[in-house]
């Protein structure tokens, strides 16, 4: 079983739709995660921290379950720039990171 | 600020050669990463390091790949007796990692894409 699991998508949605993606892990001894972003061909990038007590900012939500070892990331009124790959991504307690496949979505006019 | 570099971008080669691939880190950064990342897949970890202390290789897959940190700074990625297996996009990090923190956000490079043929 992989450490960081992902629907690999891809999520088709129009503008302005909402949308969400859950990420499973595996190590609950898990202790920080994150939401990455990855264009075609560049590198990932953090979108956000994911903590505890859930976060938003602006038009991105995420939310952390420890119990259930998931980690949600909800995207409102999608825009055609939020066209990318999302990366979920624990520590496990290690310094690196892991990563989860991605999750790729795609917003059409 | 300049962020974190990668050289070369691309990078093909042979099977059977050699390859360095280098990393600048931000400046001031005390940890630095290495993953690879294959076509379609998630990022791998190959090793990682921190200060001055010894190096986390545990990701590296066989005894041909090594890296190097020098001076607390640049790192080189070797790959020695390349296989087309090795083929994918090298991407280093760097982290402030502040003291205490279990982890610090990773600013990642624009990675180099190595093709073995």
């Known amino acids: 079983r992989k450490e960081v699991e992902q629907d690999p998508g891809p999520f088709n949605v129009p503008e302005g739709a909402t949308v969400a993606f859950n990420c499973t892990y595996s190590n609950s001894a898990s202790q920080s995660f994150f939401w990455y972003r990855q264009d075609c061909r560049k590198e990932p990038k953090l979108l956000m921290s994911?903590?505890?007590s859930g976060n938003e900012d602006g038009r991105f939500t995420a939310q952390l379950n420890r119990a259930s070892q998931y980690i949600s990331l909800l995207i409102r009124d999608s825009k055609l720039s939020d066209s990318a790959t999302y990366l979920c991504?624990?520590?496990?307690?290690?310094?690196?990171?892991?990563f989860g496949s991605g999750t790729r979505l795609q917003v059409q006019p | 600020g300049a962020g974190v570099s990668q050289s070369p971008s691309n990078k093909v080669t042979e099977k059977g050669k050699d390859v360095e691939l280098r990393c600048d880190p931000i400046?001031?950064?005390?940890?630095l990463y290495w993953y690879r990342q294959s076509l379609g897949q998630g990022l791998e970890f190959l090793i990682y390091f921190q200060g001055n202390s010894a190096p986390d290789k545990s990701g590296l897959p066989s005894d041909r790949f090594s890296a190097e940190r020098t001076g607390g700074s640049v790192s080189t990625l070797t790959i020695q007796r390349t296989q087309q297996e090795d083929s994918a996009v090298y991407l280093c990090?760097?982290?402030?990692?502040?003291?205490?923190?279990?982890?610090?956000?990773?600013?990642f490079g624009p990675g180099t894409r190595l093709t073995v043929l």
């Open positions: 400046s001031g950064h005390t940890a």
């Open positions: 994911v903590y505890s």
């Open positions: 990090a760097s982290s402030l990692l502040s003291a205490g923190a279990s982890t610090d956000t990773q600013y």
């Open positions: 991504v624990v520590n496990t307690g290690r310094r690196a990171l892991t």
